[in-house]
């Protein structure tokens, strides 16, 4: 299992900018895909992005791309969302989860990921 720990929550405007992070230990970083979910009170858990073992693969789900970007620094071993252009439908509670997949690819599935953080929330004012 991995610990993860999500930083960078907060409220901002519609239009504005924030960058979430996510700090990883317990297991070697670079083992891990990387992803990043979010959640409404009454709704499930849904993906937003993910990033593969070394970087080269991304994924991002349709209602944030063009918006949002995430990348790791596998020396740090962190992962980071930004997030801009924020609209009142990005509020939620993001969390970040790691994949422990064998393989240099991405999965959009929750099923996928063995270990999460607690996740930090997000508010966009109209």
């Known amino acids: 299992q991995v610990q993860l720990v999500e930083s960078g929550g907060g409220l901002v405007q519609a239009g504005g900018s924030l960058r979430l992070s996510c700090a990883a230990s317990g297991r070697t970083f670079s083992s891990l895909a990387m992803g990043w979910f979010r959640q409404v009170p009454g709704k499930e858990r849904e993906f937003v992005g993910a990033?593969?073992?070394?970087?080269?693969?991304?994924y991002y789900a349709d209602s944030v791309k063009g918006r949002f970007t995430i990348s790791r620094d596998n020396v740090k071993n962190t992962v980071s969302l930004q997030m801009n252009s924020l609209k009142p439908e990005d509020t939620a509670v993001y969390y970040c989860?790691?994949?422990?997949?064998?393989?240099?690819?991405?999965?959009?599935?929750?099923?996928?990921?063995?270990?999460w953080g607690q996740g930090t929330q997000v508010t966009v004012s109209s």
């Open positions: 989860a790691a994949d422990p997949t064998i393989y240099d690819s991405v999965s959009t599935t929750r099923e996928a990921y063995n270990s």
């Open positions: 990033i593969s073992r070394s970087g080269a693969g991304i």
